[in-house]
C-alpha cells in the first residue's frame, strides 16, 4: 500500500480587534509570531489614542509577510468583520489585545477544525486573584455552552460569513450572538481545552464593574435579539457559586447594565428586533458538521 499522503497544515487568518491596548500588544504579537504556520495576523485598530498604533506599525514593518493593520472606528464585532472582509485564511480565529496565546494555539485550533466549524478554546484569566477566580456564567443551547468568548475562538470562514458575521449593533456579548446563532443553524461548536489563551482580567475594581456594566447591557441587547434566554437558567446555581462579595457587586452591575439598556432603548429604533425563523433556516448548513 501506498504511503499515506501527508496534508500540508491550513492556513488560518488570526484577527484582533484593539483600542488602547499598549501595554499587552507587543506581548499578544510576539506569542502569535511563534505559532505553526501557515498563518496570517490581521490587525484592526479602533482609531486609538495611545501608543497602540505605532505599536503595531513597528511590529508590520518588521514582519509585513505576516501582519497586515487596518485603522476603523466601530465597536469589537464591527471590526472583526473588517478584519474577516481582509482574511485569506479559510479559517479564522479570534484574540483580543490584552491576551497572550499558549505556543501550541494554533496547533490545537486546527485539530479542531478536523472536527468541527466552530471551536473555542480555553481562556486562562490572569490578573488579581479576586477577580480571576470569578466564574464565567454559561447559557446553554442545546446542550452546548454558547457563552465561550470571542477571545479564544474559530470559525471556519465560510460559516462566519453565512451567519452574517458578528453582529455590530452588539455593545457587548457579540460573541455569545455569534455562537447561539451557530449552533442554532445546526453548526457544531466544538469545545478544545488544550488551545489556551491567557486573557487580562481588568487591574482595578472600576475597570473591573465597568466591564461587568457593559456585560449587562449585552445581556440585555441579547434578549432583544433572542427572547429570554435564561428563563430556564437556575439563579440558585449561579448565585451559589458566585458568593463573595466581589461577585456579588459584578452582578449588581451587571443588573444596572441591563436596567440601563431596558429603559434607554425600550420603544425606540436603537432596539435590537427579533431574529425572524427565516433568517436562521436560511443559514442552516446543508450537511451536518463533522462530530
Not at 57 to 75: C, M, N, T
Not at 198 to 204: A, F, I, P, Q
Not at 242 to 260: D, I
Request: glycine fraction near 8%; charge should be positive.
Amino acid at each position: 500500500m501506498p504511503a499515506a499522503e501527508k496534508l500540508e497544515p491550513s492556513f488560518v487568518s488570526i484577527v484582533i480587534t484593539v483600542r488602547n491596548e499598549e501595554r499587552h500588544l507587543a506581548a499578544l504579537l510576539d506569542s502569535l509570531l511563534v505559532q505553526e504556520p501557515p498563518f496570517e495576523i490581521v490587525l484592526v485598530d479602533a482609531c486609538s489614542d495611545d501608543r497602540t498604533w505605532e505599536i503595531a506599525s513597528d511590529y508590520h514593518e518588521r514582519h509585513p509577510a505576516v501582519l497586515r493593520i487596518f485603522q476603523r472606528k466601530g465597536h469589537r464585532g464591527a471590526g472583526r468583520n473588517i478584519g474577516v472582509e481582509e482574511a485569506r485564511g479559510e479559517f479564522v480565529a479570534f484574540t483580543d489585545g490584552d491576551c497572550v496565546a499558549d505556543p501550541l494555539w494554533l496547533h490545537w485550533l486546527r485539530r479542531g477544525f478536523e472536527r468541527a466549524p466552530a471551536i473555542a478554546g480555553k481562556s486562562v484569566v490572569e490578573g488579581p486573584r479576586a477577580f480571576a477566580q470569578l466564574e464565567r456564567v454559561e447559557l446553554l443551547q442545546g446542550g452546548t455552552d454558547v457563552t465561550y468568548p470571542s477571545c479564544n475562538l474559530g470559525y471556519r470562514r465560510e460559516l462566519f460569513q453565512r451567519l452574517g458575521g458578528f453582529d455590530g449593533r452588539f455593545i457587548t456579548a457579540e460573541d455569545i450572538d455569534l455562537n447561539l446563532r451557530a449552533v442554532r443553524a445546526g453548526a457544531a461548536l466544538l469545545y478544545v481545552p488544550e488551545a489556551l489563551i491567557h486573557h487580562h482580567v481588568r487591574e482595578t475594581v472600576m475597570r473591573f464593574l465597568l466591564q461587568a456594566f457593559w456585560n449587562g447591557y449585552g445581556r440585555k441587547q441579547l434578549t432583544e435579539k433572542h427572547g429570554q434566554l435564561w428563563a430556564r437558567y437556575r439563579y440558585s446555581r449561579m448565585l451559589s457559586t458566585q458568593s463573595s462579595p466581589l461577585a456579588y457587586a459584578r452582578l449588581a452591575a451587571a443588573l444596572v447594565g441591563y436596567f440601563t439598556r431596558l429603559v434607554t432603548v425600550s420603544g425606540t429604533p436603537q432596539r435590537i428586533p427579533p431574529e425572524r425563523p427565516e433568517a436562521v433556516s436560511a443559514s442552516r448548513p446543508k450537511e451536518a458538521p463533522r462530530a
